[in-house]
């Protein structure tokens, strides 16, 4: 039987979004590792002075889970630099060098969507909403009004509610260009039924350019 190649043995490594901050589950690090979590959970907890002298955030004792076997399931969220130093910890073989350029990247991508949510993103975001409140003053159904033109930008970038926070670069600087043109259609306007009707004919029009600009490459 041939041996399993490297990418085989690749496991999924998501990081978590706290706020600004990206956070690697021990689960996963074990998993990429090829060791049982228990192990990994382990040698942390022994050395866990060593970790906190890296950050405290993520080392908490109630960060678990119930599993579905009913099962209290325990880990710990570390930080880019924790994460390094559990790799210090193993065998400098081929997975864990393998491992480390994988952290590298992934925390290099969390840091520059990061970036763009505070830069770009959020600017954008209360400018829209702005527009919102002012199209919607004197409704009833003013929160309405604002959760229609959250999804109106989500549909048209492909995402669900919640998903925004952790979206991949593109996607933030995409969500950027959608509600700047809602922005834009909505101005002049004094009813937020003409409002949203104006911001969903130029979303509408961006992403068919987008789609046929996409189509022709």
Same mark, same amino acid.
């Given at each position: 039987?041939?041996?399993?190649?490297?990418?085989?043995?690749?496991?999924?490594?998501?990081?978590?979004?706290?706020?600004? /901050?990206?956070?690697?589950?021990?689960?996963?690090?074990?998993?990429?590792?090829?060791?049982?979590?228990?192990?990994?959970?382990?040698?942390?907890?022994?050395?866990?002075? /060593?970790?906190?002298?890296?950050?405290?955030?993520?080392?908490?004792?109630?960060?678990?889970?119930?599993?579905?076997?009913?099962?209290?399931?325990?880990?710990?969220?570390?930080?880019? /630099?924790?994460?390094?130093?559990?790799?210090?910890?193993?065998?400098?073989?081929?997975?864990?060098?393998?491992?480390?350029?994988?952290?590298?990247?992934?925390?290099?991508?969390?840091?520059?969507?990061?970036?763009?949510?505070?830069?770009?993103?959020?600017?954008?975001?209360?400018?829209?909403?702005?527009?919102?409140?002012?199209?919607?003053?004197?409704?009833?159904?003013?929160?309405?009004?604002?959760?229609?033109?959250?999804?109106?930008?989500?549909?048209?970038?492909?995402?669900?509610?919640?998903?925004?926070?952790?979206?991949?670069?593109?996607?933030?600087?995409?969500?950027?260009?959608?509600?700047?043109?809602?922005?834009?259609?909505?101005?002049?306007?004094?009813?937020?039924?003409?409002?949203?009707?104006?911001?969903?004919?130029?979303?509408?029009?961006?992403?068919?350019?987008?789609?046929?600009?996409?189509?022709? /490459?």
């Amino acid at each position: 039987m041939m041996p399993a190649t490297r990418a085989s043995q690749d496991a999924p490594l998501v990081l978590v979004m706290h706020k600004s /901050d990206a956070y690697v589950d021990s689960r996963d690090m074990a998993k990429n590792l090829g060791n049982k979590h228990q192990s990994v959970f382990e040698l942390i907890t022994n050395y866990v002075g /060593d970790f906190e002298q890296l950050g405290k955030a993520g080392l908490k004792p109630e960060l678990h889970q119930i599993s579905k076997t009913g099962q209290t399931v325990k880990y710990v969220l570390l930080n880019e /630099d924790q994460s390094y130093l559990l790799l210090t910890y193993s065998r400098n073989t081929v997975r864990v060098r393998h491992l480390k350029v994988r952290l590298v990247k992934a925390f290099k991508e969390a840091r520059r969507a990061a970036d763009i949510h505070k830069t770009e993103y959020l600017p954008e975001y209360h400018a829209l909403h702005d527009e919102v409140a002012r199209v919607a003053a004197g409704s009833t159904n003013g929160r309405l009004v604002h959760m229609n033109f959250n999804k109106l930008v989500n549909k048209a970038v492909g995402i669900q509610s919640g998903q925004r926070a952790t979206a991949q670069p593109i996607t933030q600087s995409m969500l950027t260009v959608v509600q700047t043109v809602a922005t834009q259609a909505m101005r002049g306007t004094t009813d937020h039924h003409e409002a949203y009707q104006r911001a969903k004919s130029a979303v509408g029009n961006l992403t068919q350019c987008l789609q046929l600009e996409a189509s022709s /490459d």
